[in-house]
T-cell receptor, first 114, second 113 residues
Framework: AQSVTQLDSHVSVSEGTPVLLRCNYS??????LFWYVQHPNKGLQLLLK??????LVKGINGFEAEFKKSETSFHLTKPSAHMSDAAEYFC????????????FGKGTHLIIQP | KAGVTQTPRYLIKTRGQQVTLSCSPI?????VSWYQQTPGQGLQFLFE???????NKGNFPGRFSGRQFSNSRSEMNVSTLELGDSALYLC????????????FGQGTRLTVV
């Protein structure tokens, strides 16, 4: 079985300051991990993915995430927030053993203050 | 390359009716998966189809079913609709399966009244 916990339901930062969205996971297998973003009334867009290669993963729009196996974490960061980053962010774990589907965290709503 | 297309975008149905949603994946993608998104439960996995076979299934009642055609297009059916089935239904396609990235459509917003 696998699970994902996003530690903050809402995060508010000022434009130009760093962003940190926290995610912890559990999985019986070596997981693939993803971050997706969902803007209002839109589908989900892939930001980045970890699939057992480099532990520091770079994604689109300046986002990156670090896979830490010892802490079972996959936190998403961005050095400088932009107003367009305001959206819902989902941490997702994919099965390594072929069973179950994608498991989503509850989401973190990112608010950018001007 | 065209993205994932879901039709219709919006639906209103009455309790007890059934509904069919359609998903056309990205050309060449063989895996199609379906998800239900509600404010209370978040995003939940319904099922995955790969080359016309259901490969994985989430924890939903048998009223929820699906199928995949030889051209990889997929349909999802919900029978005997309940008010709690009101949700955004998202479809995603992947080249090889759920361990690779999934590309999502914009969803079908189903309202049951």
């Amino acid at each position: 079985a696998q699970s994902v916990t996003q530690l903050d339901s809402h995060v508010s930062v000022s434009e130009g300051t760093p962003v940190l969205l926290r995610c912890n996971y559990s999985s019986s297998y070596s997981p693939s991990l993803f971050w997706y973003v969902q803007h209002p009334n839109k589908g989900l867009q892939l930001l980045l993915k970890y699939t057992s290669a480099a532990t520091l993963v770079k994604g689109i729009n300046g986002f990156e995430a670090e896979f830490k196996k010892s802490e079972t974490s996959f936190h998403l960061t961005k050095p400088s927030a932009h107003m367009s980053d305001a959206a819902e962010y989902f941490c997702v774990v994919s099965p390594g053993g072929g069973a179950d589907g994608l498991t989503f965290g509850k989401g973190t709503h990112l608010i950018i203050q001007p | 390359k065209a993205g994932v297309t879901q039709t219709p975008r919006y639906l209103i149905k009455t309790r007890g009716q059934q509904v069919t949603l359609s998903c056309s994946p990205i050309s060449g993608h063989r895996s199609v998966s379906w998800y239900q998104q509600t404010p209370g439960q978040g995003l939940q996995f319904l099922f995955e189809y790969f080359s016309e076979t259901q490969r994985n299934k989430g924890n939903f009642p048998g009223r929820f079913s699906g199928r995949q055609f030889s051209n990889s297009r997929s349909e999802m059916n919900v029978s005997t609709l309940e008010l709690g089935d009101s949700a955004l239904y998202l479809c995603a396609s992947s080249p090889r399966g759920l361990s690779t990235e999934a590309f999502f459509g914009q969803g079908t917003r189903l309202t049951v009244v």
